[in-house]
């Protein structure tokens, strides 16, 4: 794992090193894809078509695993009963239908908007996930401080939360430095989520519902309380991991 961190930094540093060292550009050129255009300039045209073609490639891999990945998280939620079932169908090649469609669908919309806008959105989202993984962290050490883990942060709860506090200003900062459309986007995707994740736990509940039902206990969905339905799927989860 060592090595292969080292070969990626070495990867991106060396050419930066001698492209810089080989230019006397002044800061305002290095825009998008002036790297091509001084591998143009210092070596000749192949290395700058080549620079070109290999920035393609790396592109094209990229979205390919971006989307891939997020395509199975979609159907690996929709499996768990996190959102509604049907985003969890498979093709005959097992890979994750409406996950891809969606994917898609949310690239060609998203593609125009400029790239100083795309960021923007992915740098808020990312925070508001990072912000919520942080409450959960803390939640879980109140909650279940005794539940099994992997590794544990050698620090108590108050520790922990001083420790989470200058990376939770920071996001909050990068926050407020947003435009009116990134929050409207923002609002509009955690609206969209909210209501996949209601579906999908109804969903769920419903189905142990009725399999209570076939056993002769008749509940209904507005008779079990938070905490029911949260035993409820997980008494869903385990019988399928069994």
Known sequence: ???????????????????????????????????ATVAFDVIGPWLGAWTVFAAGISNIALFQAEMSSDAFQLMGMADRGYIPKVLGTRSKHGTPTYGIFIGTLIVVVMGVSDMSSLIEMLNFSYSISLLMEFAAFIKLRISQPEIDRPYQIPLNTIGCSLMLTPTMLLNLLVMSMATVKTYVFSLGVLIVGGLLYCFGVRQQIEENLDEGSENGVEVTVEEVTCDEKSTLISMHKRRNIR
């Open 1 to 35: 794992m060592l090595i292969s961190v080292v070969l990626v930094v070495l990867g991106y540093f060396i050419p930066m090193l001698f492209i810089l060292g080989a230019s006397d550009a002044p800061q305002s050129d290095w825009v998008d894809g002036y790297l």
